[in-house]
DNA sequence: ATGAAAGCGCTAACAT
DNA sequence: ATGTTAGCGCTTTCAT
């Protein structure tokens, strides 16, 4: 084949026609006589050409790009930790002419959201990436930015049947057969199994109860498992876990093992702490943060299953500014961000 | 401060000299005057400059930089993995005027590794990263390439002593507490362990013995360690298996589990298949490959602790293409690869 | 509708 | 020893 490396300069020499109607063409901007665009692109896709990143970036210095990531409040142990990831993406992009803004606000409001997706679009954002709730209108906030050329990416839970150009985040029934993995392994003799979660009628919530239950049923010998739900709140939580071991109780069956869904770990592990259950139950939660540290060294908690945050703020960045750079839309709709399992052993303080 | 983003066309105004100066100071290439110099890094530091790596790239187009990854051509199924991941570097870096040849030999032979290394040098490679065996002819080679101004990066395992820009791999010893901790957890009754191993006197099968025993201690009630060495051959292997089974038979103490920290895990879950111990016994492995997953499926293996191959991969290449790009030394000199803890449930084909 | 040219920040070749 | 200039590939005026 041709050696030339495949350059703006280039083709517009094969085209007969100046880098700038190539540039033109290429971008499908106004102005450029029909027959000739078809040419150039034809021409271009024959050489395979991709514009170069570094190029590009250089030029973005003039008038720097902005990306903007928008969390929430809530959850704050966690956003800090993804926000970490989402500043060391920052540091790499710099360079590239791309700059990278933060917003945190409360992101179960979804009116808040969606005003905040189309605030950014206005400001000329060059692309936005988000944590928000599953409704009508963060999705059309959504589709709006997109048909305004800006691409977004959902971040951590996923807005459904949106435009955005992927989702980066966790599969979270697979999160919870991991879970029901490591406690059938765990408890080879039979008994009660609770596994404490938000709210079931959150898909997000149900669908690592439902990965649990089908665990369960593929790992464990005799383990039966009686789901709570504690509805977010510390109180709930507490309370439903205390009724679930009092019902066992009565019920003559043992509980030896606690899987706590929950995004409200401290009321599980509280439970465990006051009924000095450690190393008589075996106990599997999600995510990390400083009290469940704390948690798994005095041994009141087994296992943690993370998601890996700073992944999660690192790599929507990464597409974005790829997407930016080279036109590239993602491989895929969903990058799952790892499972990692994390006991006393391999905590990485 | 000044709002001015440093440039090296700001310092040169700046101190009042051209930009060739200024880039002739900072690199401290020769034929600058002292103080002229002297002034200019002032100057520099002051403005807090840092070069703009995507000029920097775009520079490079010229005269493209070569990065060299020397690979082992033994334990294929681990190092083809880890290839994936520097090919993803490679598109990662392309843009960038960084290309990326992949050498692959008999790592095992110190003469080839040093060898590679010196011919690498001479055909102008601008970096280099490489699995070797920690002995004086690679080391001194190392040391070779990093005089000439060559950086250089030890992958998987470290070439103890030589002045590398830093080393890519897992804590092993850290490695061997996990799988202590997943045995000592899936164990509550007492009973034997068997730990087999590659060679005692090789630093990197020891320290995850170590590891593992530090574990046992700390985490487990009533398990006793066995250590055996296969020494890497599948005979050995297989043969020290099935006496350590027999001794602990003659010793009337039950096996309830294996932890494979050799290479050669294949002829552990031969042993396993063989004596129909799935399910009876807990086995813990290390790496992933097309057996053990297999293993992993039909439950003949609990968990397998993998070291990330990809990340593996990836990481020295960025390490090296950014310290081309912008002169920066990596953070720390040991970029501990994440230990994954991976069961049936989360197998990522 | 298209061409020409300037410039992003840096470096290497050339000129003084 | 230092200044000047060209050029990496791309985009964006400004001219035509």
């Given at each position: 084949?041709?050696?030339?490396?495949?350059?703006?300069?280039?083709?517009?020499?094969?085209?007969?026609?100046?880098?700038?109607?190539?540039?033109?063409?290429?971008?499908?901007?106004?102005?450029?006589?029909?027959?000739?665009?078809?040419?150039?692109?034809?021409?271009?896709?024959?050489?395979?050409?991709?514009?170069?990143?570094?190029?590009?970036?250089?030029?973005?210095?003039?008038?720097?790009?902005?990306?903007?990531?928008?969390?929430?409040?809530?959850?704050?142990?966690?956003?800090?930790?993804?926000?970490?990831?989402?500043?060391?993406?920052?540091?790499?992009?710099?360079?590239?002419?791309?700059?990278?803004?933060?917003?945190?606000?409360?992101?179960?409001?979804?009116?808040?959201?969606?005003?905040?997706?189309d605030r950014q679009i206005e400001n000329g954002a060059a692309g936005v990436a988000l944590t928000g709730p599953d409704t009508v209108l963060v999705?059309?906030?959504?589709?709006?930015?997109?048909?305004?050329?800006?691409?977004?990416?959902?971040?951590?839970?996923?807005?459904?049947?949106?435009?955005?150009?992927?989702?980066?985040?966790?599969?979270?029934?697979?999160?919870?057969?991991?879970?029901?993995?490591?406690?059938?392994?765990?408890?080879?003799?039979?008994?009660?199994?609770?596994?404490?979660?938000?709210?079931?009628?959150?898909?997000?919530?149900?669908?690592?109860?439902?990965?649990?239950?089908?665990?369960?049923?593929?790992?464990?010998?005799?383990?039966?498992?009686?789901?709570?739900?504690?509805?977010?709140?510390?109180?709930?939580?507490?309370?439903?876990?205390?009724?679930?071991?009092?019902?066992?109780?009565?019920?003559?069956?043992?509980?030896?093992?606690?899987?706590?869904?929950?995004?409200?770990?401290?009321?599980?592990?509280?439970?465990?702490?006051?009924?000095?259950?450690?190393?008589?139950?075996?106990?599997?939660?999600?995510?990390?943060?400083?009290?469940?540290?704390?948690?798994?060294?005095?041994?009141?908690?087994?296992?943690?299953?993370?998601?890996?945050?700073?992944?999660?703020?690192?790599?929507?960045?990464?597409?974005?500014?790829?997407?930016?750079?080279?036109?590239?839309?993602?491989?895929?709709?969903?990058?799952?961000?790892?499972?990692?399992?994390?006991?006393?052993?391999?905590?990485?303080?």
């Amino acid at each position: 084949m041709s050696g030339e490396r495949p350059t703006i300069a280039n083709i517009a020499v094969l085209a007969a026609v100046s880098r700038g109607t190539v540039d033109r063409a290429l971008h499908d901007r106004r102005g450029v006589n029909p027959a000739v665009a078809q040419s150039v692109r034809r021409i271009a896709r024959e050489l395979g050409y991709v514009p170069n990143r570094a190029a590009k970036a250089l030029k973005f210095n003039n008038h720097p790009k902005t990306l903007v990531v928008i969390l929430p409040t809530s959850n704050r142990e966690y956003f800090d930790q993804l926000q970490r990831g989402v500043l060391r993406a920052r540091q790499d992009i710099k360079d590239m002419g791309i700059a990278v803004d933060v917003v945190r606000l409360d992101c179960d409001h979804e009116t808040a959201v969606a005003q905040a997706i189309d605030r950014q679009i206005e400001n000329g954002a060059a692309g936005v990436a988000l944590t928000g709730p599953d409704t009508v209108l963060v999705r059309e906030a959504i589709d709006r930015a997109v048909a305004a050329g800006v691409p977004v990416i959902t971040v951590n839970s996923d807005v459904t049947g949106s435009r955005r150009l992927c989702f980066v985040g966790q599969d979270l029934k697979r999160s919870g057969l991991v879970a029901a993995e490591l406690l059938s392994k765990m408890l080879n003799r039979g008994g009660r199994v609770i596994a404490v979660t938000g709210n079931l009628t959150f898909r997000a919530h149900a669908d690592r109860i439902v990965g649990f239950r089908v665990g369960i049923a593929r790992w464990s010998t005799g383990l039966h498992v009686e789901v709570r739900e504690g509805f977010g709140s510390y109180r709930e939580t507490f309370g439903c876990m205390q009724k679930a071991l009092v019902q066992a109780d009565r019920d003559g069956e043992n509980v030896v093992g606690i899987y706590m869904a929950t995004g409200v770990n401290q009321a599980c592990i509280d439970i465990v702490r006051e009924r000095q259950l450690a190393g008589k139950v075996r106990v599997v939660t999600n995510d990390d943060s400083a009290s469940i540290r704390a948690a798994l060294r005095s041994r009141e908690v087994d296992f943690t299953i993370c998601q890996d945050p700073i992944h999660q703020g690192y790599t929507p960045l990464r597409i974005l500014s790829d997407y930016l750079l080279s036109g590239e839309r993602p491989a895929c709709e969903w990058y799952r961000s790892p499972i990692q399992i994390v006991g006393e052993s391999n905590l990485t303080d």
